[in-house]
């Protein structure tokens, strides 16, 4: 049922999507919200605002679900009879309050979702005892950067298990606009304890005076109380564009009524309220007992109903509701068993899902770890709204317009973000990053080709991509830069959806191409300082990896030619070329492109490998490193062993006689090339006529075999990069020997930092000095692969390096994609290294299998660190899972990178052929 959902998604437009999980988790502290004088967006509109005023952008909430264009929300609010306000949304320390940046501060789990949103699952902790609000900020606040963060779970709340476990699950009806929705709680501890559950309905506020009259509501949306039938409290909602819906609760219970209206007398003593009942107003009555501040006419525009239990010790009490659009003839009526019956169908379809896409070889625990990896993805998702010529008029900020100052995204004034993307973390990172999206489209291109190919066009939109060519980075600053990962990622869409459609989508490879064609001219005319085929880009996403601010000016005064920006310029040509390559196979006028690109890649290969002080190859060393070129022309290295020097390994494209054979004109002007310019072959692998590999694939790598060998025997070192659970991302040999750069008096130096930063660099609030970072390791796997399609078994390595156990390259590849498999699950002693040295998550049975897919991981023992809901890239240990569970080493040395691309029902057919096998 649920890949017949897809299918009418895809082909008659019925909107299965229009509802899902879009609500964001933090909208206060973001940029958007931010309209201070200093940028300061964290104290700008803080937590302590948030219940009290009205967003301009989005909306947030616990669990919670919207329409696609978030005008009608609905999220889960909870009260323990002590805390000091409601659990509207959840709390976490901002970049200044953390010892280590911002950081959520409670324990919510993503445990189940359809693409479709058919069903859904979401876990949240509530402790009995009233949330230590003061405490966490006082003691993190007196902590240092070398101290670990002080937790939730630190402070004790959770002794005894006196909490309470709310699972919120939602399931779609025989309709897209019919959302069934069931919380349940369940009492841990020992005592009885008093619960209030508040499901809330309420509109987002696009009507006050004070929003931009091009994007205000003509009219005022209403919540009121209607009439029922005995045991059901009902209320409707209307909106001008949305339409009218029904919001039905089991039970007589109280329906509370207020404004989502900005609170003025609260946060500004002496400007008057719009309405007499502000966002606050349901928080001031269930807390403070305040009647006044509900409407007694049971209407507003935002409403909850409130229910009041008292659950015994191990006891569950559930509330049922129903949201559904007026036209919709719902076949359930009611909340007795046929209500409860839908939730166990959609549960039985999901599970038939995941089987579709699961491989037979992969084992329950890995299965789990998939299934809630992509079910993390799609909670992910959020609807994500920036008009950028209102919010620049609105800072005075508009370069179209007078008064104009310059400030934070002045020159993005083109802008119209108004979509459903895949988030990084919603609480963490509410807001797209460019490069973190590509990572996003491999695990949900498992259940999901469109959803991922949609948001590969997002950036690319004139809506989103800015004139001059460049992809906006993040809303900190769209002006920013990241790794140009985006044709990689559309190039392994392409294949995906060839393999799920059975044929390639030509329109969309043709947009994508021509758009990423002017992006690569960006980066080209931009980051090419001196038109020598070298590259800069800023951090480029490893925040602290460098010596120096990477997106700062050097203290050494000239600037730095980067092995990281360079070889994915390498990487992207490569991309670039094979993405041409396929549209010509459709139109021969892509021909050129091809030859084009190949003479990008060649160049870039040339400037890199450069021999002496002026190239990025240390013979020495057998490494790459960042050179950083002094103002008079001197070049210096600086040897920091990083990622940054593996980085070239990813820069790898097999070429296969077959996609050679579809490109003749090109093919003969390259190798006019090559006889015109020699000198080119020696900066590269050699490739062509008598180098040819398994199968007669070609090549395309920066590094040749003589390079490789000295770059792997590092990597694989378990006293360099190799760590039990993945690629560290700088070398533990900097744990004893830290790199130290001294600079007018000033000494600047990179150690071996296993686990948080330091630093204060880019926030603090990750670090890439040592921890393992999954988007890294993945394109290490693919240059892994990609050898391996090349060499077959007569390359090996020994892995790891000094142990005598020689391995062929995908065997290696294999090695790495186990060990980080393994953060997530179970060792022999049971116990999963994510969850590092918490007792409580190591073993308490309600804790324990409840996954977090962190930002990045400890580079010793694989605990999980950084955003504790970064299920974006990391989610890619589902990609991760499939692929190895999915591919045999020999069909695929055999049949190439394409025979790695399966559909569900291919998987289904092993499957069923695997357990007649066993039978």
Same mark, same amino acid.
């Given at each position: 049922?649920?890949?017949?959902?897809?299918?009418?998604?895809?082909?008659?437009?019925?909107?299965?999507?229009?509802?899902?999980?879009?609500?964001?988790?933090?909208?206060?502290?973001?940029?958007?919200?931010?309209?201070?004088?200093?940028?300061?967006?964290?104290?700008?509109?803080?937590?302590?605002?948030?219940?009290?005023?009205?967003?301009?952008?989005?909306?947030?909430?616990?669990?919670?679900?919207?329409?696609?264009?978030?005008?009608?929300?609905?999220?889960?609010?909870?009260?323990?009879?002590?805390?000091?306000?409601?659990?509207?949304?959840?709390?976490?320390?901002?970049?200044?309050?953390?010892?280590?940046?911002?950081?959520?501060?409670?324990?919510?789990?993503?445990?189940?979702?359809?693409?479709?949103?058919?069903?859904?699952?979401?876990?949240?902790?509530?402790?009995?005892?009233?949330?230590?609000?003061?405490?966490?900020?006082?003691?993190?606040?007196?902590?240092?950067?070398?101290?670990?963060?002080?937790?939730?779970?630190?402070?004790?709340?959770?002794?005894?298990?006196?909490?309470?476990?709310?699972?919120?699950?939602?399931?779609?009806?025989?309709?897209?606009?019919?959302?069934?929705?069931?919380?349940?709680?369940?009492?841990?501890?020992?005592?009885?304890?008093?619960?209030?559950?508040?499901?809330?309905?309420?509109?987002?506020?696009?009507?006050?005076?004070?929003?931009?009259?091009?994007?205000?509501?003509?009219?005022?949306?209403?919540?009121?109380?209607?009439?029922?039938?005995?045991?059901?409290?009902?209320?409707?909602?209307?909106?001008?564009?949305?339409?009218?819906?029904?919001?039905?609760?089991?039970?007589?219970?109280?329906?509370?009524?207020?404004?989502?209206?900005?609170?003025?007398?609260?946060?500004?003593?002496?400007?008057?309220?719009?309405?007499?009942?502000?966002?606050?107003?349901?928080? $001031?009555?269930?807390?403070?007992?305040? +009647?006044?501040?509900? %409407? !007694?006419?049971?209407? @507003?525009? &935002?409403? #909850?109903?409130?229910?009041?239990?008292?659950?015994?010790?191990?006891?569950?009490?559930?509330?049922?509701?129903?949201?559904?659009?007026?036209?919709?003839?719902?076949?359930?009526?009611?909340?007795?068993?046929?209500?409860?019956?839908?939730?166990?169908?959609?549960?039985?379809?999901?599970?038939?899902?995941?089987?579709?896409?699961?491989?037979?070889?992969?084992?329950?625990?890995?299965?789990?770890?998939?299934?809630?990896?992509?079910?993390?993805?799609?909670?992910?998702?959020?609807?994500?709204?920036? $008009?950028?010529?209102?919010?620049?008029? +609105?800072?005075?900020? %508009? !370069?179209?317009?007078? @008064?104009? &100052?310059? #400030?934070?995204?002045?020159?993005?004034?083109?802008?119209?973000?108004?979509?459903?993307?895949?988030?990084?973390?919603?609480?963490?990172?509410?807001?797209?990053?460019?490069?973190?999206?590509?990572?996003?489209?491999?695990?949900?291109?498992?259940?999901?080709?469109?959803?991922?190919?949609?948001?590969?066009?997002?950036?690319?939109?004139?809506?989103?991509?800015?004139?001059?060519?460049?992809?906006?980075?993040?809303?900190?600053?769209?002006?920013?830069?990241?790794?140009?990962?985006?044709?990689?990622?559309?190039?392994?869409?392409?294949?995906?959806?060839?393999?799920?459609?059975?044929?390639?989508?030509?329109?969309?490879?043709?947009?994508?191409?021509?758009?990423?064609?002017?992006?690569?001219?960006?980066?080209?005319?931009?980051?090419?300082?001196?038109?020598?085929?070298?590259?800069?880009?800023?951090?480029?996403?490893?925040?602290?990896?460098?010596?120096?601010?990477?997106?700062?000016?050097?203290?050494?005064?000239?600037?730095?030619?980067?092995?990281?920006?360079?070889?994915?310029?390498?990487?992207?040509?490569?991309?670039?070329?094979?993405?041409?390559?396929?549209?010509?196979?459709?139109?021969?006028?892509?021909?050129?492109?091809?030859?084009?690109?190949?003479?990008?890649?060649?160049?870039?290969?040339?400037?890199?490998?450069?021999?002496?002080?002026?190239?990025?190859?240390?013979?020495?060393?057998?490494?790459?490193?960042?050179?950083?070129?002094?103002?008079?022309?001197?070049?210096?290295?600086?040897?920091?062993?990083?990622?940054?020097?593996?980085?070239?390994?990813?820069?790898?494209?097999?070429?296969?006689?077959?996609?050679?054979?579809?490109?003749?004109?090109?093919?003969?002007?390259?190798?006019?090339?090559?006889?015109?310019?020699?000198?080119?072959?020696?900066?590269?692998?050699?490739?062509?006529?008598?180098?040819?590999?398994?199968?007669?694939?070609?090549?395309?790598?920066?590094?040749?075999?003589?390079?490789?060998?000295?770059?792997?025997?590092?990597?694989?070192?378990?006293?360099?990069?190799?760590?039990?659970?993945?690629?560290?991302?700088?070398?533990?040999?900097?744990?004893?020997?830290?790199?130290?750069?001294?600079?007018?008096?000033?000494?600047?130096?990179?150690?071996?930092?296993?686990?948080?930063?330091?630093?204060?660099?880019?926030?603090?609030?990750?670090?890439?000095?040592?921890?393992?970072?999954?988007?890294?390791?993945?394109?290490?796997?693919?240059?892994?692969?990609?050898?391996?399609?090349?060499?077959?078994?007569?390359?090996?390595?020994?892995?790891?390096?000094?142990?005598?156990?020689?391995?062929?390259?995908?065997?290696?590849?294999?090695?790495?994609?186990?060990?980080?498999?393994?953060?997530?699950?179970?060792?022999?002693?049971?116990?999963?290294?994510?969850?590092?040295?918490?007792?409580?998550?190591?073993?308490?049975?309600?804790?324990?299998?409840?996954?977090?897919?962190?930002?990045?991981?400890?580079?010793?023992?694989?605990?999980?660190?950084?955003?504790?809901?970064?299920?974006?890239?990391?989610?890619?240990?589902?990609?991760?899972?499939?692929?190895?569970?999915?591919?045999?080493?020999?069909?695929?040395?055999?049949?190439?990178?394409?025979?790695?691309?399966?559909?569900?029902?291919?998987?289904?057919?092993?499957?069923?052929?695997?357990?007649?096998?066993?039978?």
């Amino acid at each position: 049922m649920e890949k017949s959902r897809l299918q009418e998604a895809r082909e008659k437009k019925i909107p299965w999507k229009k509802w899902g999980p879009y609500l964001s988790e933090r909208q206060w502290g973001t940029v958007r919200e931010d309209y201070s004088e200093n940028g300061d967006a964290w104290n700008f509109f803080t937590h302590d605002h948030s219940r009290s005023r009205a967003y301009r952008w989005g909306e947030d909430g616990i669990a919670g679900i919207s329409d696609d264009q978030q005008f009608l929300c609905f999220a889960l609010a909870l009260w323990n009879g002590k805390d000091p306000i409601l659990k509207e949304r959840l709390f976490g320390l901002t970049n200044s309050q953390g010892n280590h940046g911002e950081d959520v501060k409670e324990y919510y789990y993503y445990l189940d979702s359809t693409p479709t949103h058919s069903y859904m699952k979401f876990l949240y902790k509530y402790p009995h005892s009233a949330y230590p609000y003061e405490e966490l900020v006082r003691v993190n606040g007196q902590r240092t950067r070398e101290e670990m963060e002080y937790e939730l779970i630190d402070t004790g709340i959770f002794q005894e298990d006196r909490y309470f476990d709310v699972f919120v699950e939602y399931a779609k009806g025989e309709s897209p606009e019919d959302i069934l929705v069931k919380i349940s709680a369940i009492n841990r501890g020992p005592e009885s304890a008093e619960l209030h559950i508040l499901p809330t309905l309420w509109f987002r506020n696009d009507w006050s005076k004070w929003i931009a009259e091009s994007n205000r509501s003509v009219s005022k949306p209403i919540l009121s109380q209607a009439r029922s039938a005995k045991g059901i409290s009902r209320l409707t909602a209307k909106h001008s564009q949305l339409g009218e819906f029904t919001l039905s609760c089991d039970g007589d219970v109280p329906l509370l009524f207020c404004e989502n209206e900005t609170n003025h007398q609260r946060l500004f003593p002496g400007t008057a309220n719009e309405s007499a009942f502000a966002k606050d107003g349901i928080n $001031d009555y269930v807390v403070y007992g305040a +009647e006044g501040a509900v %409407n !007694p006419e049971k209407k @507003g525009t &935002k409403a #909850s109903a409130h229910y009041t239990l008292n659950i015994s010790p191990g006891q569950t009490s559930v509330v049922r509701l129903r949201l559904t659009k007026k036209e919709v003839k719902a076949k359930v009526i009611g909340f007795g068993q046929d209500f409860d019956a839908l939730f166990e169908e959609r549960l039985r379809e999901a599970d038939e899902f995941y089987q579709l896409v699961t491989p037979p070889g992969v084992n329950s625990d890995q299965a789990q770890v998939m299934r809630q990896a992509i079910s993390g993805m799609l909670w992910s998702k959020q609807f994500f709204y920036f $008009d950028g010529d209102n919010w620049l008029d +609105e800072h005075h900020s %508009n !370069p179209l317009h007078t @008064g104009f &100052k310059n #400030s934070r995204n002045s020159d993005w004034y083109h802008m119209l973000n108004r979509d459903i993307i895949s988030m990084p973390d919603k609480w963490e990172y509410p807001w797209y990053a460019a490069w973190d999206l590509a990572f996003h489209a491999l695990p949900l291109s498992i259940v999901d080709p469109d959803f991922a190919k949609d948001q590969m066009e997002l950036m690319l939109r004139p809506i989103y991509l800015h004139p001059n060519g460049q992809m906006p980075a993040y809303e900190w600053n769209f002006s920013d830069v990241n790794p140009p990962v985006h044709a990689w990622a559309s190039l392994f869409l392409h294949r995906v959806d060839t393999a799920f459609h059975g044929k390639p989508d030509i329109k969309f490879l043709k947009a994508t191409f021509n758009k990423l064609l002017i992006n690569f001219t960006w980066w080209v005319n931009r980051k090419d300082r001196s038109g020598k085929n070298v590259f800069e880009g800023g951090f480029l996403g490893l925040d602290n990896i460098g010596i120096f601010d990477r997106s700062a000016p050097l203290p050494t005064g000239g600037n730095l030619e980067q092995a990281d920006g360079t070889a994915w310029m390498a990487l992207f040509s490569q991309n670039m070329l094979e993405l041409a390559g396929e549209l010509a196979m459709d139109d021969d006028s892509y021909e050129e492109m091809v030859l084009k690109f190949v003479q990008h890649f060649q160049f870039i290969a040339a400037a890199m490998n450069k021999k002496g002080n002026d190239g990025m190859w240390d013979e020495e060393d057998g490494f790459y490193y960042d050179l950083l070129r002094f103002p008079d022309g001197r070049a210096e290295k600086l040897k920091v062993r990083s990622l940054v020097g593996l980085l070239p390994l990813c820069a790898t494209t097999i070429i296969e006689k077959s996609q050679r054979e579809k490109v003749p004109v090109a093919m003969e002007a390259i190798k006019e090339n090559r006889r015109r310019m020699p000198e080119l072959k020696e900066a590269m692998h050699v490739t062509g006529e008598g180098h040819y590999g398994v199968n007669e694939r070609g090549i395309m790598a920066l590094v040749d075999t003589g390079k490789l060998r000295r770059i792997l025997s590092r990597m694989l070192d378990e006293e360099e990069f190799f760590s039990p659970h993945g690629i560290r991302s700088i070398s533990k040999y900097h744990e004893k020997h830290p790199y130290v750069l001294n600079v007018g008096g000033q000494e600047f130096r990179v150690d071996y930092l296993p686990a948080e930063s330091n630093t204060g660099m880019f926030g603090g609030n990750s670090n890439w000095r040592g921890p393992v970072w999954m988007p890294v390791n993945v394109m290490l796997i693919r240059a892994l692969q990609q050898f391996y399609l090349y060499y077959g078994d007569s390359f090996k390595v020994e892995c790891p390096t000094g142990s005598g156990k020689m391995m062929n390259l995908f065997e290696v590849s294999k090695e790495l994609s186990n060990r980080i498999i393994s953060i997530f699950t179970k060792g022999e002693n049971g116990k999963r290294p994510v969850f590092g040295g918490n007792e409580k998550f190591q073993n308490d049975p309600h804790w324990k299998d409840h996954l977090l897919f962190y930002e990045y991981f400890h580079g010793d023992n694989g605990a999980g660190l950084g955003a504790s809901h970064q299920t974006g890239w990391t989610g890619a240990i589902a990609k991760l899972i499939q692929i190895y569970g999915l591919i045999d080493p020999e069909k695929f040395l055999s049949g190439g990178i394409k025979s790695a691309f399966q559909k569900g029902e291919d998987i289904l057919k092993a499957q069923k052929k695997q357990a007649k096998k066993i039978s």
